[in-house]
């Protein structure tokens, strides 16, 4: 078997002919554009009785009708047993089941929307305070945009654990008010560039007809007021029936309807006790025959037209936070003199003249304004235009535009092509070293002395060095020997253990490193002993990896072992027999398939109940050690985990989606986030090794794959290798990038792009990917030959 690296191995896009600018700055979102787009859509949907059902479908309607490049997909909560019957194709939720949850987040991501849009609000997901959102927001890969629908000023801890926590999640928020924005800003600490203010939408019908539609309703020439919605105390609704005595005495013509149907929830608590409070106490005042009630949850249009017969509005509502009131759009887009308690909306829609505000649970506020308004005709239609004026801004023409524009500057932008034979620069890799080592982690692209060393970053570095092309041997070797006396100094012979951990002032950590750090130190001694291109560094390769190999004794960590595992083997490419490595392997070997036999099941063909790091890591080793020892059967077993978990790491739109670190512990379970370049770097080496054994299309697709998700072929459409400098961010988290650049990251692209060209260069590959590769300007990469 041949090595995997054997010696022939809202901005613009970032310009194809400059391979060598830093590409770290082009924002996925710049070109956003009237593109093709897929949206699911999450919320309550009618006809299902609330707000928010209403909303969403609304929205639904409006972008089919104004935004036809938009294709979206619904999937509506509901209460297990409502018996409601919804529109073809809407999907139904359970809002109690938590199954049901990670159910929809597969089914979202397996349809591959390009964009995610939910409503939030607490009372429409199961759990305290509607938690159970969280656990389909944490699976969902597809960029998130969350609609606030209430934000609360004081939330109880859980209420503002949850709206913390999908602020987390979310690529772009949308709420309806300034106040909205500036609590998620500086209560909930949301990034106020991701906060969008977008107005809610309303008809756009014609002004001025209320003399057709009264006729229509039978109201002849009465002054109509009105309020519609789903009736409940926080309606207020007892403030304005308490007015009307004082309206009718000078204004006897006047009609107050009273529209919708009580609200589902409190009619399961009391029944219709609410509304039959309501109409006693007009009997008791004296003013029933001057109410009308419509008890119905009315279609949109029915509604639009029973609202086009009024004259006045009433929103008299108790709860001053309330941010947002899709009837009081309503009224103001039609053109309604709008009088309203001074609730946050309210406050910001009526402000200068658009309409009255009054002093809240006050019913001699109410009437005085009423019978202003009714004494002055030409105040009344003073008020009138200028609400409709206003409302113009919030139509659906304009509020679908503005929808879509904030889904497209969340939907991932296709990345520009970057050849996959550009090499990266090794500046950003040689700005992490000094002359003890490669530091672990940087701030941004700067270096972090806080943490120091380890030494799993100095043996990936130490293999980067018997690879890499295009260095001068004075260079390779200067470096090559920085990172093997780390390697050397990390060996502690007291406890047979390699140490990881290193302190800036070069005293270490601890006694002894990981399982992991020093199953990691043996794969380095291997590699260099079989590929370093100076025979000293062999040789010392070989010694200490004779001296260090019995760190592994007793280890049953699968992970540690496979990388001890893929270092015997290099060893043995070497030296065709080793008896202490032969050991290690067949120790190794045994352990993953005793552990794939104890795992197994139909839907799960790994080694583990749960999915870690370097998962790839574990079927190479395999593949590596049936090759050396001749064991077709190890060699299957690896060949067919990995082709399990290479689907498991390719998402439907045919980008690749590693393991998120939020899956590790979870039991036969995967998460999208957040998403690490060591684990696409593991993609490409495993499916190198099984190309190797096994040339097929596949592999070297999937390795192909791994690759560009470095490059913004990823759910953020994030650019986290930069070919210039060699640098790469620390991963993709739902909310785009991690702008780090620490070692591992660094070295995961740089090892990433060698095996690449490795895969690339073999004629065989050319030969079997046909025009998939045949189309990328590719050269070979440089051969680096052993001096």
């Not at 941010?323 to 887009?333: C, D, E, K, Q, V």
């Not at 889904?407 to 296709?414: C, D, G, H, K």
């Not at 500046?427 to 000094?434: E, P, S, T, V």
């Not at 043996?459 to 060095?465: D, G, V």
Request: proline residues 6%.
């Amino acid at each position: 078997m041949n090595h995997p690296y054997a010696d022939d191995s809202l901005f613009p896009d970032r310009p194809e002919t400059s391979p060598v600018v830093p590409i770290f700055a082009r924002n996925p979102a710049s070109n956003a554009s009237n593109r093709s787009l897929d949206l699911a859509l999450i919320g309550t949907y009618v006809p299902r009785k609330c707000g928010i059902a209403t909303f969403t479908a609304d929205v639904a309607e409006q972008l089919g009708h104004y935004h036809q490049e938009i294709a979206t997909s619904v999937y509506a909560f509901d209460k297990g047993k409502s018996g409601l019957e919804y529109p073809s194709g809407v999907n139904r939720i359970d809002q109690d089941d938590r199954d049901a949850y990670i159910a929809t987040a597969r089914r979202i991501n397996e349809s591959a929307p390009d964009a995610v849009w939910l409503q939030h609000e607490f009372g429409i997901f199961g759990g305290p305070d509607g938690e159970m959102v969280c656990d389909l927001v944490d699976r969902i890969a597809a960029p998130l945009v969350i609609t606030f629908h209430t934000v609360l000023s004081e939330p109880n801890a859980n209420q503002r654990r949850i709206v913390e926590h999908l602020i987390s999640r979310a690529s772009r928020i949308m709420v309806m008010s300034v106040h909205g924005h500036e609590l998620l800003v500086k209560l909930y600490k949301a990034p106020a560039d991701r906060v969008a203010i977008i107005p809610h939408g309303a008809p756009d019908r014609p002004f001025g007809r209320e003399a057709d539609f009264k006729r229509v309703l039978g109201l002849g020439e009465s002054n109509v007021l009105m309020t519609f919605g789903l009736l409940g105390p926080g309606k207020g609704l007892e403030h304005a029936i308490s007015a009307l005595p004082g309206i009718v005495s000078r204004h006897p013509d006047t009609i107050y309807r009273i529209v919708g149907a009580t609200h589902p929830n409190l009619v399961a608590h009391e029944g219709e006790a609410y509304r039959e409070r309501l109409i006693a106490l007009a009997e008791q005042l004296g003013v029933a025959g001057h109410i009308q009630w419509d008890n119905r949850f009315l279609d949109t249009p029915e509604l639009l037209d029973q609202l086009e017969a009024c004259d006045i509005y009433l929103t008299p509502y108790p709860n001053l936070q309330q941010a947002t009131s899709g009837t009081l759009s309503y009224a103001i887009a039609l053109g309604k003199a709008v009088v309203a308690t001074p609730y946050v909306h309210a406050r910001e829609l009526l402000a200068d003249g658009v309409g009255v505000l009054v002093e809240p649970s006050s019913s001699k506020a109410i009437a005085d304004a009423v019978n202003a308004l009714l004494d002055d005709p030409d105040y009344l239609a003073a008020t009138r235009r200028r609400a409709y004026a206003e409302g113009r801004k919030t139509i659906w023409p304009r509020f679908s535009d503005a929808s879509a524009a904030l889904v497209q500057s969340a939907a991932v932008q296709p990345p520009g092509e970057i050849p996959l034979s550009a090499t990266p620069g090794l500046n950003g890799f040689l700005a992490m070293c000094d002359a003890t080592g490669m530091l672990q982690h940087a701030i941004g692209i700067v270096p972090d002395r806080r943490h120091g060393y380890c030494l799993d970053d100095n043996a990936r570095a130490l293999i980067l060095m018997n690879h890499a092309p295009a260095i001068s041997p004075v260079d390779r070797l200067s470096w090559t020997s920085t990172f093997a006396s780390f390697i050397q100094y990390a060996w502690n012979p007291d406890r047979n253990h390699f140490r990881n951990f290193m302190r800036f002032d070069r005293t270490w950590c601890e006694d002894e490193g990981s399982d992991d750090s020093n199953g990691r130190a043996l794969w380095a001694l291997g590699d260099t002993a079989e590929h370093s291109p100076f025979a000293d560094m062999q040789d010392w390769a070989r010694h200490l990896f004779d001296q260090t190999l019995h760190t592994l004794d007793g280890v049953e960590s699968p992970r540690a072992l496979a990388f001890g595992m893929i270092g015997a083997c290099a060893v043995l490419r070497v030296e065709g027999r080793h008896a202490a490595a032969e050991a290690l392997i067949h120790r190794g070997a045994g352990l993953l398939e005793r552990l794939l036999t104890a795992s197994r099941r139909p839907d799960w063909a790994w080694f583990e109940t749960v999915l870690g790091y370097d998962n790839p890591r574990l079927p190479q080793a395999l593949i590596e050690a049936g090759s050396v020892l001749g064991r077709s059967d190890w060699t299957d077993l690896g060949l067919d985990t990995l082709d399990w978990i290479a689907e498991r790491q390719v998402a439907a739109n045919g980008m690749f989606r590693p393991v998120g670190s939020e899956s590790f512990g979870l039991d036969h379970g995967q998460m999208p986030f957040d998403q690490q370049p060591l684990e696409a770097q593991a993609a490409i080496e495993a499916a190198l090794v099984a190309y190797i054994e096994q040339p097929a299309k596949r592999w070297a697709d999937h390795a192909t794959t791994a690759y560009r998700w470095f490059l913004g072929a990823n759910d953020r459409g994030v650019i986290l290798g930069d070919i210039a400098s060699g640098r790469c961010r620390d991963g993709v988290t739902p909310r785009g990038v991690n702008a780090n650049c620490g070692a591992e990251s660094i070295l995961a692209f740089q090892l990433g792009h060698v095996a690449l060209q490795r895969l690339l260069a073999d004629r065989r590959t050319t030969q079997c990917v046909g025009e998939t590769l045949a189309e990328v300007d590719h050269e070979p990469a440089p051969s680096l030959a052993h001096s």
